[in-house]
Nanobody, 121 residues
């Protein structure tokens, strides 16, 4: 069984920063893409940033230049550094990862439970 656990959400004022973390644990054999999505009330879940096991990162246009995604493969952890936060960044942030477990040879997507980010103006 695999679990993804996020942390680091909270309430900040516009212009401030937050750092989200997401640690994967369990019967992990390998992790491919890791990423962050977000969902605001009444809106669809959207990709914020993605980082492959090797290669270039991907960002939503709305966060380019303000957010930075990184990962620590030794810790099976992905981070999202969010700077210059805006009220429109407020949402529940979910991490996800494509994981091969020790029991199954195929890649499967896994999701965290979400962490709330609130930005006051």
């Amino acid at each position: 069984q695999v679990r993804l656990v996020e942390s680091g959400g909270g309430l900040v004022q516009a212009g401030e920063s937050l750092r989200l973390s997401c640690a994967a644990s369990g019967s992990i054999f390998s992790i491919n893409n890791m990423g962050w999505h977000r969902q605001a009330p009444g809106k669809q879940r959207e990709l914020v940033a993605r980082i492959p096991s090797g290669g270039d990162t991907t960002y939503a246009d709305s966060v380019k230049g303000r957010f930075t995604i990184s990962r620590d493969n030794a810790k099976n952890t992905v981070y999202l550094q969010m700077n210059s936060l805006k009220p429109e960044d407020a949402a529940v942030y979910y991490c996800n990862a494509e994981i091969r477990t020790t029991r199954r040879p195929s890649w499967r997507p896994y999701w965290g439970q979400g962490t709330q980010v609130t930005v006051s103006s």
